[in-house]
């Protein structure tokens, strides 16, 4: 952001106050675009647009078209704003790499146990997995946080049925999630190189935990963490 040589005259403490303020914004903004934004002339772009905005607020503030107190709060609007919208992409983003996971899980449950285990097993998985990947990705799409999957929908009209709200159904939808997500990490499925004539023994299994990399378990715990979160926000409304 400008020095002191560039607003030589305007040396109060609000002023420059509003200038650290400007520059603090457009650093956070440079973090957030080499996060987000993978094409670089995007990312310049988009760059430029924040520091041209801190540039005029500051700008504005030198020439007293208005004052440093409105300065600070148009900086801060803006990002707290931007902040906004980087947790709304890095918690669909979760969401839907959360959701794949458990589609392709439930999936993999299905045809192993070939379809014995499918009805209590895998189907949910597959309809959570589903409905978690559409609600982020549409929302994502759309910048919207409210998208509402067939899945979540009905559990929301099960409990208007019941004499509830949507928000019980929404309580009740993630909290499910959880539960078949931790199913699905506690179920014993055979060691690796685990030989059977006809079944295979408690002693040639193991917990599905045990068998997941560090990528896969760091996934699982921050995306449990996110749903959580929401089962949370939903609880306290």
Not at 56 to 74: C, F, K, T
Not at 141 to 156: F, L, M, S
Request: with cysteine; net charge positive.
């Amino acid at each position: 952001m400008s020095q002191r040589g560039d607003y030589g005259d305007r040396l109060d403490d609000a002023f420059w106050e509003v200038n650290a303020a400007a520059s603090r914004f457009i650093s956070y903004g440079c973090g957030v675009s080499a996060r987000h934004l993978r094409d670089r002339s995007l990312r310049m772009q988009f760059n430029r647009e924040l520091a041209y905005y801190a540039k005029r607020v500051v700008e504005d503030v030198y020439q007293r078209r208005i004052s440093p107190e409105q300065g600070l709060e148009a900086i801060q609007g803006e990002a707290n704003s931007l902040k906004s919208q980087a947790n709304r992409i890095l918690t669909q983003v979760g969401g839907m790499v959360g959701g794949t996971s458990q589609l392709l899980t439930g999936i993999r449950s299905c045809v192993r146990s070939f379809g014995s285990t499918c009805a209590f097993h895998g189907l949910p998985l597959i309809a959570h997995g589903g409905n978690n990947f559409y609600e982020n990705a549409r929302g994502m799409y759309e910048g919207r946080t409210d998208v509402v999957g067939p899945v979540r929908k009905t559990y929301q009209e099960v409990a208007l049925r019941m004499g509830y709200s949507e928000r019980e159904g929404n309580i009740a939808y993630y909290a499910t999630d959880l539960l078949i997500s931790g199913s699905a990490l506690a179920r014993k499925i055979p060691k690796r190189g685990a030989w059977r004539l006809y079944h295979y023994m408690s002693t040639d299994k193991e917990r599905a935990i045990m068998q997941m990399g560090k990528g896969a378990l760091s996934v699982e715990i921050f995306t449990s963490g996110l749903t959580l979160k929401q089962l949370i926000d939903e609880y306290k409304k």
